[in-house]
């Protein structure tokens, strides 16, 4: 599977970005898609991740009723939708597809993920 996140760039605080992450290769369906994120200096962390079908979503607490992950299948394509945007939000952000076989969606490990996009940045100032 070869993932192409796109969408980032500069917004102001209280701002909103909408990242998209493209996937080829094998059955989109089949994967766990999450979310990471890693600023300067730290290490990557999640932030969100979706059930193959879309229907379930888990959050990391700094991103819980800003942040919103959706899936759409039939194009491929897992996005993230992020609101009320903070300075401590600057990072590159990276989309990843997990096979894994656990039946929670709260799959936050970036070694339970087989594969990553390139990453895409995102900045927001004060």
């Known amino acids: 599977v070869q993932l192409q996140a796109s969408g980032g760039g500069l917004v102001q605080a209280g701002g909103s970005l909408r990242l998209s992450c493209a996937a080829s290769g094998r059955a989109f369906s089949y994967y766990v898609m999450g979310w990471f994120r890693q600023a300067p200096g730290k290490e990557r962390e999640f932030v969100g991740s979706?059930?193959?079908?879309?229907?379930?979503?888990y959050y990391a607490d700094s991103v819980k009723g800003r942040f919103t992950i959706s899936r759409d299948n039939a194009k491929n394509t897992v996005y993230l939708q992020m609101n009320s945007l903070k300075p401590e939000d600057t990072a590159v952000y990276y989309c990843a597809a997990g096979s894994t076989l656990r039946s929670s969606v709260a799959v936050t490990t970036t070694r339970e993920y087989d594969y990553w996009g390139q990453g895409t940045l995102v900045t927001v100032s004060s």
């Open positions: 979706i059930s193959r079908s879309g229907g379930t979503t």
